[in-house]
């Protein structure tokens, strides 16, 4: 059974800090995905990381993927208040299926004046 | 920008009755997702649809539940005798091919008394 584990689960920082949510997972996956939820809303995509190595920057969001390690980071730079919401990883399991996510558990973070 | 789009937003229902969730995906996607999330806990994969038919469905997709993909534009969930473990946001999602990324609509917050 695929298992997708983020943490921290809660994460409380200061602005202008920076800090890494990490995301593993326990099998051969070909794609993750990082998705934004602030409170009540729906998913919104934030990237989509398709081979090993692959990184991808917007904003102040960075994220990574490691397939050997079977990680993905997302790294957040200078922290401003808008950040604050729940980042979910997920991994695709296509090789199996026709591409239904596995969700993590959502890293929920908190940016503080 | 092209969207997911629910309905209802909201919908408060009594146990065992039916309750139909609609979602248009966006008009040139192929793949059809439905996931659900219980309050405060992650996201969970309920069933993916292409080609007028399921593609592969979770262990919570039992036989209380169905979808159709009734016309050319919308894609339905039906919970065919709701209890109160089904209270949850159900969310929609569609993507162009089964390898990008999913898009999700804003989702039908499910509460069964």
């Known amino acids: 059974e695929l298992k997708v584990e983020q943490n921290p689960l809660f994460l409380s920082m200061q602005e202008g800090k920076n800090y890494t949510i990490y995301c593993n997972y326990s099998?051969?996956?070909?794609?993750l995905y990082w998705y934004r939820q602030d409170p009540g809303k729906s998913l919104e995509s934030l990237f989509v990381l398709l081979s090993n190595g692959a990184v991808k920057q917007e904003g102040r969001l960075m994220a990574s993927l490691d397939t050997k390690a079977r990680l993905s980071t997302l790294h957040i730079t200078a922290a401003v208040h808008d950040l604050s919401a729940t980042y979910f990883c997920?991994?695709?399991?296509?090789?199996?299926?026709?591409?239904?996510?596995?969700f993590g558990k959502g890293t929920k973070l908190s940016v503080k004046p | 920008e092209p969207e997911v789009t629910q309905t209802p937003s909201h919908q408060v229902t009594q146990m065992g009755q039916e309750v139909i969730l609609r979602c248009v995906p966006i008009?040139?996607?192929?793949?059809f997702y439905w996931y659900r999330q219980i309050l405060g806990q992650k996201v969970e994969f309920l069933v993916s649809?292409?080609?007028?038919?399921?593609?592969?469905k979770s262990e919570i997709f039992d036989d209380q539940f169905s979808v159709e993909r009734p016309d050319g534009s919308n894609f339905t969930l039906k919970i065919r005798s709701t209890k109160l473990e089904d209270s949850a946001m159900y969310f929609c999602a569609s993507s162009g091919d089964s390898l990008e990324t999913q898009y999700f609509g804003p989702g039908t917050r499910l509460l069964v008394l």
């Open positions: 099998t051969t996956s070909d794609r």
């Open positions: 649809f292409y080609n007028n038919e399921i593609s592969e």
């Open positions: 008009s040139n996607h192929l793949y």
């Open positions: 997920a991994v695709d399991t296509y090789r199996r299926s026709q591409g239904n996510l596995i």
